[in-house]
C-alpha cells in the first residue's frame, strides 16, 4: 500500500528510471560540459528541460531553443534565469503565457525597457509585477544619482 505525498502523488507515481534520475542532477551542474547541457535540452521528458532551463551555465543557442518549448514549466524556468541574454528574455516577455511572462517580470536581471514594456501587459498580475520591478530601478538609480551629487559636491 502506498500513502500521499504532499503533492498528492502516491509513491508509485514517483518511480522513475535510473537514468532519469542521472540526467535530472547532470542539468542542474554547474560544472557540466555545456555540450552535455546542449545534449539534455532534447530529453524527451520536459523536468529534464526545466533543469536545463534554470542551469546558468547553459548555453545561449540552447536557451534561444529552449524559449519556444511548448512545455510552459521549461519557458517558466527560463525566464527565471538571471543569466539569459536579453534577446531570450525579450522573447520571453511577449509569451503566450502569463506565467511565463510574470516569471520574466521578477527575473532581477530583466532591462528596464523590457519592464516598461510589460507595465502595460494584459495580465494584471504582470502589469503590477512589472511596474513594482521598474520603480525599484528607477528609485535605486535616483538614490545612486542623490549620492553621487553629494559626494562631489563636498570634494
Known sequence: MFTATAHGQSARGLARPADFWRDYYMAADQSLPRMKLAELSGHGDHTIRRRV?????????????????PSVDVRHALALNTAAPRAVLNALTKDPSAVVRL??????????????????????????????A??????????????????????
Open 53 to 69: 532551463a534554470e542551469n546558468r551555465n547553459t548555453p545561449h543557442f540552447v536557451q534561444y531553443f529552449l524559449a519556444a518549448d
Open 134 to 155: 521598474a520603480q525599484r530601478i528607477l528609485e535605486r538609480r535616483t538614490t545612486r544619482t542623490a549620492e553621487a551629487t553629494r559626494l562631489r559636491q563636498t570634494q
Open 103 to 132: 516569471a520574466a517580470a521578477t527575473n532581477s536581471a530583466l532591462p528596464l525597457p523590457l519592464l516598461i514594456d510589460l507595465a502595460d501587459d494584459q495580465h494584471p498580475y504582470v502589469a503590477k509585477r512589472a511596474r513594482r
